[in-house]
Structures are given as structure tokens and as C-alpha cells.
């Protein structure tokens, strides 16, 4: 079968560093990607690694090691607005196919 | 730029009743995802369409269908509702063969059903 494993909640505060991390488990594997959702919004793509290493995005970073079925999310300079979900998801049957979810992490953001 | 469009936004149907919602890719876009969410839960892959065929079938009980047609619009016919599909229903689209595997997602329809 396919499933993603992370935190379901993970809170730090305005400024600090923090790193949400994901496990999978799937029959072929076809890269990681991470999607934020605020409450009741839409999901939106925030980056996709299909080889081991390390993907920066301004203030997101997202890692992944094929050989350990781990991939994390890295989010820096927190701010208020970075409150919400991170889901981890990889695709169904090839790179491009439907996206299969974790459970998803909610990070809050205080000040 | 445009975005993905989905009607309607809200739609509140009684248990038994039928629904259709309605999916825009954003343009040049041929492929289509759908995708249910229940509250605090994952979006959950109901189907998806290539090129107005079917590509892949996820957790798409059979009292919905869906299609894709000739201006890469797609619909999700859902009949004999029940409770349990209330939920948020995304859709989300791709140009396939892209350099990138993002999926653009459309703001959802919130389906009650009562």
C-alpha cells in the first residue's frame, strides 16, 4: 500500500525555525511534494523533489533521502501567516498523476 | 493569471438528492484532478482526466461519475447523496508533460448535505 507519515501538529513562534518531517511508504515512488492549506483555502504547491537533496524556495526548504523514505519541509523566519496546514503527497502511479496526501501537519504561529 | 474555476462555490442538497459541480482548468491545462476533503481531514483522490479520457480512479464511490469534455471543462455528478458526502470538493489541473508536477487547485465547492 501507499501512506505518508507525519506530525499532526507541530506550534513555534514568529521568527524561529521549524521542520516538519515525513515518512513514506509507497510501492513506487515518483518524488515528494509539500502543499500549504489554510483553513478552508485551497491547497498550494510549495515544492517537489524527485532526487535526494535539499530544494530552497525563499524561505521554505524542502529535503528529501530516498534511501530512508524521508523527505521534510524547512520553514524559516516564521510568520504569523505561515499558520496552517502542510501536507507531504506523492504521486499515484507516476510523476504527474494523482497526488496521494499525509495526514497533515497544522502549524501555529504565535507572537 | 487565470486560475482554476469551480462552480458553485457553496451548494447545500437533502440526502437522495442529486449534484453537479462544475470544473475550468485554467486554460491550455488537459489535465484534471478531483479531490474530496472532509473537516480535518486530507484531500482524498476521487478521479482524474487526460485529454477528456479517464486516467486514473481513486475513491470514487459509484454513485458519482464524472467527465471530462471537448473544452477541458470537467464535471463531478454525484447522485443518491448521502451525509457523509458533505465535504470540500477540489478540483485542480495540469498541463501534462510541464516541466513542473504542480497542481493548481481550485478554491472548492462546499457541498452540505442535510
Known amino acids: 500500500g501507499q501512506s505518508l507519515e507525519q506530525p499532526s501538529e507541530v506550534t513555534a513562534v514568529e521568527g524561529a525555525i521549524v521542520q516538519i518531517n515525513c515518512t513514506y511508504q509507497t510501492s513506487g515512488f515518483y518524488g515528494l511534494s509539500w502543499y500549504q492549506q489554510h483553513d478552508g483555502g485551497a491547497p498550494t504547491f510549495l515544492s517537489y523533489?524527485?532526487?535526494?537533496g535539499l530544494e530552497e524556495t525563499g524561505r521554505f526548504s524542502s529535503f528529501l533521502s530516498r534511501s530512508d523514505s524521508y523527505g521534510y519541509l524547512l520553514l524559516q523566519e516564521l510568520q504569523m501567516k505561515d499558520s496552517a496546514s502542510y501536507f507531504c503527497a506523492h504521486h499515484l502511479n507516476q510523476a504527474g498523476t494523482a497526488l496521494i496526501f499525509g495526514k497533515g501537519t497544522t502549524l501555529s504561529v504565535s507572537s | 493569471a487565470a486560475g482554476v474555476i469551480q462552480s458553485p462555490r457553496h451548494l447545500i442538497k437533502e440526502k437522495r438528492e442529486t449534484a453537479t459541480l462544475k470544473c475550468y482548468p485554467i486554460?491550455?491545462?488537459?489535465?484534471v484532478y478531483w479531490y474530496q476533503q472532509g473537516p480535518g481531514q486530507d484531500p482524498q483522490f476521487l478521479i482524474s482526466?487526460?485529454?477528456?479520457?479517464?486516467?486514473d480512479k481513486g475513491s470514487i464511490p459509484d454513485r458519482f461519475s464524472a467527465q471530462q469534455f471537448s473544452d477541458y471543462h470537467s464535471e463531478l455528478n454525484m447522485s443518491s447523496l448521502e451525509l457523509g458526502d458533505s465535504a470540500l470538493y477540489f478540483c485542480?489541473?495540469?498541463?501534462?508533460?510541464?516541466?513542473?508536477?504542480?497542481?493548481?487547485f481550485g478554491p472548492g465547492t462546499r457541498l452540505t448535505v442535510t
Open positions: 486554460p491550455r491545462h488537459d489535465t
Open positions: 523533489n524527485a532526487l535526494d
Open positions: 482526466f487526460y485529454e477528456k479520457m479517464q486516467s
Open positions: 485542480a489541473s495540469r498541463l501534462s508533460g510541464s516541466d513542473s508536477y504542480e497542481q493548481y
